[in-house]
T-cell receptor, first 113, second 110 residues
Framework: KAGVTQTPRYLIKTRGQQVTLSCSPI?????VSWYQQTPGQGLQFLFE???????NKGNFPGRFSGRQFSNSRSEMNVSTLELGDSALYLC????????????FGSGTRLTVV | EDQVTQSPEALRLQEGESSSLNCSYT??????LFWYRQDPGKGPEFLFT???AGEEKEKERLKATLTKKESFLHITAPKPEDSATYLC???????????FGPGTRLSVLP
């Protein structure tokens, strides 16, 4: 069974640009969450989608947004990139909210220069 | 506000030398406590979910236990391939997101 797929694997962008990251969850998983991971802050929750609706949002500025499509695939967008946005962005999927653990993808490594 | 701390920050063991990792948490009501393993450059890999105090789960050389304030990940006779960062996370009854701890970086030397 295919795992969580994130594309692209690596990305280099210039400050001020915008970027879109993609996540395909495990087949049958309806919940998709996004996390930012940095050496200093660890794993920080960005947002969670369930059945195309944003259910939760972490404490990030409005430059960070996302959406989920009817096939459960999700995209995350960051506008007006800053140097501090350089991080590993992880997507995770789950069968649903509540008791289920997440299955993570390998992440997209974003470098802002 | 939910909080998770982990100790030690880093741990070096000789192959076969058993030890324990600690995860302390503060949560208004625990829905679940999760352990993950993360290798460099990869996403976290799910290990265990614990739901209530007194619960224990085992997988190969790993055993996770849970009390009302903390969880332990016991590693018995570790091997070099157990080297990784071990992350603990909680999900509370009211919020919907996970709160992760900073992790324990484990190195097992041959």
């Amino acid at each position: 069974k295919a795992g969580v797929t994130q594309t692209p694997r690596y990305l280099i962008k210039t400050r001020g640009q915008q970027v879109t990251l993609s996540c395909s969850p495990i087949s049958g998983h309806r919940s998709v969450s996004w996390y930012q991971q940095t050496p200093g802050q660890g794993l920080q929750f960005l947002f969670e989608y369930f059945s195309e609706t944003q259910r939760n949002k972490g404490n990030f500025p409005g430059r960070f947004s996302g959406r989920q499509f009817s096939n459960s695939r999700s995209e995350m967008n960051v506008s007006t990139l800053e140097l501090g946005d350089s991080a590993l962005y992880l997507c995770a999927s789950s069968m649903g909210q509540g008791h289920y653990g997440y299955t993570f993808g390998s992440g997209t490594r974003l470098t802002v220069v | 506000e939910d909080q998770v701390t982990q100790s030690p920050e880093a741990l070096r063991l000789q192959e076969g030398e058993s030890s324990s990792l600690n995860c302390s948490y503060t949560v208004s009501g625990l829905r679940g406590l999760f352990w993950y393993r993360q290798d460099p450059g990869k996403g976290p890999e799910f290990l265990f979910t614990l739901y209530s105090a007194g619960e224990e789960k085992e997988k190969e050389r790993l055993k996770a236990t849970l009390t009302k304030k903390e969880s332990f990940l016991h590693i018995t006779a570790p091997k070099p391939e157990d080297s990784a960062t071990y992350l603990c996370a909680v999900r509370d009854l009211y919020g919907q997101n996970f709160v992760f701890g900073p992790g324990t970086r484990l190195s097992v030397l041959p």
